[in-house]
């Protein structure tokens, strides 16, 4: 029948083998982790350098946003390109009818100025 002296030494021999390639596995593991960590260490110390020039670039941002904002609103209550035409057309009714006002008051103008004239020389006379 079969021998468990054999089965015992091939187990004995595959759990040492086991064993063995564990602790080569947990030692490169460790290995492994340490590089892992030097690394973070490294990236969190050049982090650490940047982080002060993120802020002042958020701080910037902000104060742009901020900008914009206050132009934003003081160009909201400027007149549009419509307003504008709408203003255009409206001056240009008014100079029309300017004109015209000019051309009725200048007669009144003149018979002011000639009654004014004749009270003159009736006052030195």
Do not use: C, Y
């Not at 002296?5 to 596995?25: D, E, P």
């Not at 240009?92 to 003159?120: C, F, H, N, W, Y």
Request: net charge neutral; aromatic share 4%; hydrophobic share 45%.
């Amino acid at each position: 029948m079969t021998d468990w002296g054999n089965i015992a030494q091939i187990a004995a021999a595959i759990v040492g083998v086991a064993g063995f390639l564990t602790s080569l596995w947990a030692a490169r593991a460790k290995r492994f982790d340490d590089k892992i960590e030097a690394v973070i260490r490294k990236n969190e110390a050049a982090i650490d350098g940047v982080r002060p020039d993120i802020s002042r670039a958020f701080e910037r941002i902000d104060g742009a946003e901020q900008r914009l904002a206050r132009v934003e609103n003081e160009l909201a209550h400027l007149p549009n390109k419509d307003m504008v035409h709408a203003l255009q057309l409206g001056m240009s009714e008014l100079k029309g009818q300017m004109a015209a006002l000019v051309e009725r008051v200048t007669p009144i103008a003149r018979s002011i100025d000639r009654v004014e004239q004749s009270l003159i020389e009736r006052a030195d006379k």
